[in-house]
């Protein structure tokens, strides 16, 4: 049974690949070097004693921060990742290379939390952002100072008094 404490635990917010200067090129140079910071962060935050790690699992950031967090694993055995689903049937319209990624990064989850079984509008996303954010003491968000859900939950974070990093994209 996985130990979900949230003094050690860490969740993820940032936009979806429409909203990224770099759409759904993840060999662009700009999201090359995002990923390296990203990585930097979740050391620098497993350093410090974070050992649990909540994501969304939204395309975009969401995945990338699954990826990353799954090849840190190989480093340091006793981090967790939780997958967060605001509904299950999440990547229902999503294209079929999406979907599967998506499904194989869940089947390498340590824990699936889901909102809703299926989707009743924003209403579940906003759950589950406030779910990830409940449940922790940091947040690592990628903000490019947009409007929309990651800002609402950057400032959901702050309210709440989590520490925050901001990777600029």
């Known amino acids: 049974m996985l130990k979900l404490v949230k003094s050690k635990s860490v969740c993820f917010t ?3 690949n429409q909203k990224l200067i770099w759409g759904f090129n993840e060999n662009d140079e700009r999201c090359l070097k995002m990923k390296d910071n990203l990585r930097i962060e ?3 935050a497993i350093n410090n004693g974070y050992e649990t790690f909540y994501s969304g699992m939204a395309l975009g950031f969401d995945l990338i921060c699954v990826e990353t967090i799954l090849e840190l694993k190989e480093k340091y055995n006793d981090i967790n990742i939780v997958g967060v689903l605001p509904c299950r049937t999440q990547d229902i ?3 079929v290379q999406d979907r599967q990624r998506y499904r194989k990064l869940i089947r390498q989850l340590d824990c699936v939390r889901c909102i809703y079984d299926e989707y009743i509008g924003a ?3 906003l759950e589950r952002n406030r779910f990830m954010v409940d449940n922790s003491s940091m947040m690592i968000a ?3 100072g947009a409007a929309g859900g990651t800002k609402s939950t950057i400032d959901y974070a702050r309210n709440k008094g989590l520490k925050i990093t901001i990777i600029e994209p």
């Open 14 to 16: 940032g936009h979806r």
């Open 42 to 44: 979740i050391e620098k």
């Open 93 to 95: 319209k999503w294209q």
């Open 123 to 125: 209403e579940c996303m």
């Open 142 to 144: 990628l903000y490019s």
